[in-house]
């Protein structure tokens, strides 16, 4: 299922007494960071926009100034919530590539046509995705995120087919 939006970071805490606060992202590329100028913080089940004033790389993390957030007792108030993106505002993907959100629950088949189970997350490992599989039963197979592996990916139809390598499962 298409996500509305992606979370893109968690405020973690603030950062000085300026109303600056301390995000840990999400994203592939911190640096996407750095071009936003809005974002959408979830607070209580509320999406709450704000401006972006100024982004900042800092140690793996992200330090952000919001428009209207002036002080460390405004920061304060949003630690722990999440930052959201609307689709729309997101970077545009090359072909073939695709949002780990959107891949989330999608019905993984081997090529021959049984059901594995469903994508239950993806993590990056530098040299190659691996794709973590569930089915009903709680059993997970491990697929790497390999072009022999992962034949094709069909979003809109919430379908993976994969061909199993010898000795991955």
Known sequence: ???????IGQIVNTFGIKGV???????DDVSEFEKIKEILIEKNKELIEFQVEEA??????????????????????????????????????????YFIADLIG????SDD????????????????DIYEIKDELGKQI?????????KQIDVDNEKIIVHL?????
């Open 56 to 97: 900042k790389l800092h140690k793996n993390q992200v330090l952000l100034k919001l428009k209207g957030i002036n002080d460390i007792n405004e920061a304060e108030k949003l630690k722990g919530c999440y930052i959201k993106l609307p689709r729309e505002k997101a970077k545009k993907l090359p072909k073939d590539t």
């Open 142 to 150: 491990l697929l790497p995120g390999t072009k022999e592996v992962i």
């Open 21 to 27: 606060i301390k995000v840990n992202p999400f994203t």
């Open 113 to 128: 046509g049984k059901l594995l189970g469903k994508v239950n997350d993806i993590y990056n490992t530098g040299s190659a």
């Open 165 to 169: 390598i010898d000795g991955l499962i």
């Open 1 to 7: 299922m298409k996500q509305k939006y992606f979370e």
């Open 106 to 109: 999608v019905e993984v088949y």
